[in-house]
Structures are given as structure tokens and as C-alpha cells.
């Protein structure tokens, strides 16, 4: 490719003498290559991200394209280069057989005059982002540009009013302003020729209804209005925009019902209005063409429409915090991936139909008033990753049909009102990491074979009526951080816990016997340890209270014995209601000897864990400062 010898002499001339170069270049035109040059000695030089090599072709660059046979530049792309002076902006404009011209991730402050004086000339100019910069003031008035179909300016800090700026982009197809901080009533003068497509103004302050006007933009396919100010009704003419796929309404205090009209629109696949005052019920057929559906956290009353779940093409639906009443409607789609109706008060039983539901995911049906028992169909469902049936009025046992649930990694059917015992099946949930059936009325003991279960990182069980001891074999849970076991009649003696336990181990308000093991000063991590309310007996074990990461120790109401040690002086320690119990402790002033041995402790933690992580030589200023804010007598000679 090189006609030349690189060599630093040529490198250097070229650079400072361009035009007496003329030959090292293929057919692109000089201005053209004239004004890359001395874009690249102007604003680029000193750039470490930039490869650009003067006596090379430019259509060689990188971030440079060229049209077929290098006859002119068609793309500049300088995304992630760093700038942060705008001055040099106003030359790419001599470019002008620019098509596209990409600025993005940059450190750009301003849009000089001279940029859009000089760039809107350029006709075939199709497309400009200056997107996740540091822009900031008003919107510039863009005249000319009358090829721009896409102007992406989102992620800056651009504000006030938008009116008239925009109106003359005649081709105008994109416009993304999201995360900017406009203000003001959602901009209607998008370009006279009406040709706009996407119009993105998420995460702004804009406020006000949606106008009729917008919906003078036939062409529109997707409209991103979230995370603004935006109130009123919902204007029914919004399903005349017959084109319209994606509608995002989410984060605003929009009132009033969701418009009827949308369910007539075909190509609507998806319609989310999350967070907002929508009231009233959800209009029947709404689902009809749609994909995904997100209305949480409304006020929709009224029941879910019998036939709203059951449309082939619908594969999310998410209708939890609403006031919704009614029973959970049997007919579902086929391709549902994921269904979310908790914190609603649904009544009515679970349709034994979801068994049939091979794609879903993720079934959410918490906090309503569901009553009779958990189908075994849903065993069926190969797919389920989560299952959250909780804070119901489930009854029954727990089917042993959901060992077939080979997916799942969350089960929570805490607060209901379950009986029978935990089925033997529960060990074929190998990628089970969460378990919460507490407070329920389960009986029986607790599977030893549960220990299997080897990525089970939290496991509650509280609160039901489970009997027996606790297996051994509970050791083995190398995974386990967490174990809540408390308000049961669990008998017999403390066995070795896994030492990795860290959450909290608590076993309270059970019958065990026996002492405190001193194994559990293994536990180096644990924060909470509850062993209240049981029949526990002998001394509590040297060290228990000086545990490092220990912050409450609660052995009160058990049949402890001896003299209570001293303890860290962080920790809450409950041992009352031990009758033998002698307690030395005269005053409760804290040991102010303990309190700075903790400190130097945290402190030289903190030093080892940067020195292994590698930064121990070279400790950054940002690392200084934060370990000064936490121990500021470290850092009080000369800096302060
Ligand atoms: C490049 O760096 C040199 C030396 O620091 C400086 O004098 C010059 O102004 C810089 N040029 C540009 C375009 O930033
Ligand atoms: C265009 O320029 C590129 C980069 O220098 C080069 O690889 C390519 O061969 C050139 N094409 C023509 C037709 O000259
Ligand atoms: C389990 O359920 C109990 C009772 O509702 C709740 O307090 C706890 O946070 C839940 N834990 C997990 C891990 O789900
Ligand atoms: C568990 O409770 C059921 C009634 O709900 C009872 O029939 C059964 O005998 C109990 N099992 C145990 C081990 O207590
Ligand atoms: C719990 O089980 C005991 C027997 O083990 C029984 O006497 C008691 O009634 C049961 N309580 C509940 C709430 O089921
Ligand atoms: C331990 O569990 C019991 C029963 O669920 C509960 O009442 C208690 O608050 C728990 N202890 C701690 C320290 O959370
Ligand atoms: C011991 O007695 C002191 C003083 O009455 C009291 O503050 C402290 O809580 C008691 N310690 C325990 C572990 O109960």
C-alpha cells in the first residue's frame, strides 16, 4: 500500500508542508484532504486515541469513510476521542460531501455558530450526533440541514424551551433529546415535511399533556416520552398514529384511562406506562396486537379483561401495584416469557393452565388474595427461573410435582397459609439460590437431604411448625449465607453451621438444647446471630462476643450459665432472661480501649486489601481521599 518509505523527516515535512506532498495520496480530492490535515494539526495532534498517519490516504483513517473509489469523504466518526474543544467543529464543515458526521462520547461543551452555519449547507448531510457530551444552554436554531433524517443530541445538558429550533429540518426522520434538561411543553414544530419516525425526549422536564399536534405525524413508529413531567389524559386521537410499535408513557403523572383507541393500533408491539395516575379499568382488546405490556404501579381498578392475557404475540405482561380485583384469567399466551400481577387484590384460585406455559420465566402473582392450593401443573413449566407466589392465602401442601422446576432460582412462598411437610422433591432444584417459605405452617422436619441443594445461598423457613432436629448434614451448604430457621419446634442440639454463613443465623424461638457449639466462632463473617428462646445450657464460649464481624448476639431466655463476657463494644448483646447468668457489668459505658482497637483494625483492612489488590504502591488520590474521609487522623499531616 505505502508508495513511500515511512520516515520520521517525511513524517514531520508532510505534516508542516502538506501541499508539497501532493503525491503521496490516492484520487481523494486536495480540499478534502487539505481540510483533514489540518483538522488532525488544529484539534487532533496531540490525540493518543488517534492513529490518523499523515502520508496515508484519509479514507484509511480510522473513523474515516470514503465513498466507492475514494472520490470524497462520506463519514467522519470521532466517537470516543476525547475532544473537548469545539473550536475546530466549523472546519469538518468544508467536508461537504459529509453524509454523516458522528461526535459522539466526547467532552464537547458547545455548538459554535460557525457549525451550523457552515455544516447546514452541506444537503446531503443525512445524519449528526453529538450525543453523551457535556452541551449545555439552549437549543440552537438549525437552518438549512435539509437532508438531516437523524439528529441524536440526547445525554448532555442541554435546557430550556424548545419551539422553532427544529422546525426547519424539512427531512427530519429521529430525534433523540433524551437525558438533557429541557423544560417546557413537548416541541411540535419538527420539521415542516411531517416526516418525523422516532421522537425520543425521555428524561427531561418536560411538562404539560401530549398535543394533538404530535399526532399530526402519521409516520411516527416510536414515541419515548418517560421520565418527564407530563400530565393530563392521554389524548384518544393518540391510536390514529396507525404506524406506531413502541409507546413509552413510564415515570410521568399522567391521569385519566388508558385510551381505548390503542388497541386499534396493528403495529403497536409495545406499550409501557409504568409509574403514572392511570385509572379506571384496562381496556379489553388493549393486548390484542401487543408483545409487552407495563402498566405497574397505576391505579387501574376493575378486573384483568378474560381474554387480555391470552393474545398468541404477548410475551411480557407487568400489571403488579395497581388495585386490580378479580380472579387471575385461565387463558394465557403460549408465549408468555414473563407475568407480573403481585400487589394487586386478585382473588380466585391459580389456573392450573400455567402448566402448559413452556416459555415462561418469571411468575409473579405476590401480595393478593389468592386462595386454594399451588397447582402441581405448574411443576410443567421447564422454563420458570422465578416463582413468587407469596403473601397470599395459598392452603394445602406444597406439590412434590415442583421438583420438576429444574430451572428455577428463586421460590418465595412466604405468608400463606401452607401445610403438610416440605416434599422430598425440593432437592431437584439444583439452581435454587433462594428459599422462603416462612410463615406458613409446614410441619414435619427438614429435609437432610435439603443440604444437596449446594448454590442455596438464603433459606427461610421461619415461622411455620416444623419439628425435629437439624440435620447435620446442614454443614455441607457451602453457599449458604443466610439461615432463618426462628419460630419453629426445631429439638435436639446446635449442629456445625456453614462457615460461610454471613446474612445472619437464626435459630430463636425453637427447643434446642445442649450448649452454645464452639464451632460457631468459626463463622468469621457472621453479623447476626439469634439463639434466643431456646433451652440452651452451659457457658457461652470464650470469644462469641469478640467476634469480628458480629453486630447483635441475642441468646436471651435460654438456660445459660457462668459469667457474661465482655464484648466489642459494637455489638448488641441480649443475654437476659438466663436465670444462672452472672452479669459483672456494673455501668454500660462503652470500653473506649475496644472501640479503637476496632478502628485500627478497620484501617489496616482496609491498607491490606489495597496492597493485594495491587495499588498498594502507587496509592491514587481518589483512594487517599476516600480512606482519609473514613479515618481522618491518618491524613492530618500536611494536608489539610
Ligand atoms: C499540543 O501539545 C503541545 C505541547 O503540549 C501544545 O503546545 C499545543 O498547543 C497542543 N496542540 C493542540 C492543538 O492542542
Ligand atoms: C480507498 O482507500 C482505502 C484506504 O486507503 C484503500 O484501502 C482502498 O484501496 C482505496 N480504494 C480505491 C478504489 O482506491
Ligand atoms: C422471606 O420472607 C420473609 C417474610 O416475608 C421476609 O422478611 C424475608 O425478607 C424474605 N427473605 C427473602 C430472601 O426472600
Ligand atoms: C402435619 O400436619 C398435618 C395436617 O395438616 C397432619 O395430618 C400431619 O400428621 C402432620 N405431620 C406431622 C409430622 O406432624
Ligand atoms: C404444631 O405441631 C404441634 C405438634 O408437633 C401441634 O401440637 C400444634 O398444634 C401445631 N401447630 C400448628 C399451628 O399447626
Ligand atoms: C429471628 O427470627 C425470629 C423468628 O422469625 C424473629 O422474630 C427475630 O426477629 C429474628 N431475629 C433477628 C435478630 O432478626
Ligand atoms: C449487664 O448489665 C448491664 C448493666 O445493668 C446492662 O446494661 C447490660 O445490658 C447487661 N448485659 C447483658 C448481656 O445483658
Redesign the pocket.
Known sequence: MNRYEHSTPLLHFCLFFFLLCPLVF??LPSNQRTTMINILSEALINNTDLSWDVT??P??WNGVT?SP??LSITEISLSGFSLSSSDFLPLLCQIDSLVSLDLSNNSLASIPDGFITDCGKIGGLQLLTISRNRLDGPLPTFHGFVGLQFLDLSFNSLSGNISLQLEGLVALKSLNLSVNLFNGLIPTNLGKAMALEQLQLSKNSFQGGIPDQIIDYQNLTLVDFSANHLSGPVPDRIGDLSKLEVLILSANVFSGKIPETLSSIKSLSRFAAYQNKFEGTIPSGLTRFLKNLDLTYNKLTGSIPSDMLAPSNLQTVDLSYNLLTGPVPPNISPSMVRLRLGSNSLNGTIPSTFGTLEKLMYLELENNSLTGSVPPELGSCRNLMLLNLAGNKLNGALPGQLGGLSQLQVMKLQSNKLVGEIPVEIIQLQKLLTLNISWNSLNGSIPSTISSLQSLTYLHLQNNNLSGPIAPTIVNMDSLLELQLGGNQLSGKIPSMPVKLQIALNLSTNLLVGPIPKRLLQLTALEVLDLSNNSLSGEIPTGLTQMASLTKLLLSNNQLSGIIPKSNSWLTFDANGNKDLINTTTSNSTSPKSAKKRKSVTVASVIGFAVGMGIGLAISNNFYKILCSLHKKLCNHGRD
Do not use: I
Open positions: 490516492s484520487q496515508t490516504d479514507c484509511s470514503c473509489g475514494n
